[in-house]
Nanobody, 118 residues
Framework: VQLVESGGALVQPGGSLRLSCAAS????????MSWYRQAPEKERELVAG????????NYADSVKGRFTISRDNAKRTVYLQMNSLKPEDTAVYYC????????????WGQGTQVTVSS
């Protein structure tokens, strides 16, 4: 199982980035996917989530209206489009895959750094 994030970068306030998370080793289309972030000395927090079909999405209040989560099951990839970035969005962003069967299957990526600074 692998989740590989990419797209993190240094960007100026007000700028945009698109993060990608490429999945392999499991049935991607059956898994709910989400993005988390962790800033220095802070707890990891949920940023956005999307259901296996892509129909249901949820967002942290702090990113509503600025971030959009999407997925392409054919490409086994989940995306996070981030617009109007703020310095407080600076964090390591992680991709997570979850499937609740008889047991919970729960996988994390290694993270990608997003820095918002002028």
């Amino acid at each position: 199982v692998q989740l590989v994030e990419s797209g993190g970068a240094l960007v100026q306030p007000g700028g945009s980035l698109r993060l990608s998370c490429a999945a392999s080793g499991f049935t991607f289309s059956s898994y709910a996917m989400s993005w988390y972030r962790q800033a220095p000395e802070k707890e990891r927090e949920l940023v956005a989530g999307i259901s296996s079909s892509g129909v249901s999405r949820n967002y942290a209040d702090s990113v509503k209206g600025r971030f959009t989560i999407s997925r392409d099951n054919a490409k086994r990839t989940v995306y996070l489009q981030m617009n109007s970035l703020k310095p407080e969005d600076t964090a390591v962003y992680y991709c997570r895959a979850q499937f609740r069967g008889i047991i919970l299957y729960d996988y994390w990526g290694q993270g990608t750094q997003v820095t918002v600074s002028s």
